[in-house]
């Protein structure tokens, strides 16, 4: 499985990535498909960074909800 080390666009912190190949997956892949990926994103996000902006999105959909 190929894997590619990435800088993440937001904190820089460097991470690996297998989803290079349409035969494998990414560890991104396991996660809830809340966010789409910005025309302009420069990048992907590193796991930490990922899973915060996802449970933000998470509140942020309750918080719409609950009005």
Do not use: H, Y
């Amino acid at each position: 499985m190929p894997e590619s080390t990435r800088i993440c666009p937001q904190c820089a912190a460097t991470f690996c990535c297998t989803g290079d190949e349409p035969s494998s997956a990414c560890w991104c892949m396991a996660l809830p498909p809340v966010l789409t990926v910005p025309e302009n994103s420069v990048g992907c996000l590193c796991p930490a960074c990922l899973g915060l902006a996802i449970a933000a999105q998470i509140e942020q959909a309750k918080l719409i909800q609950n009005t």
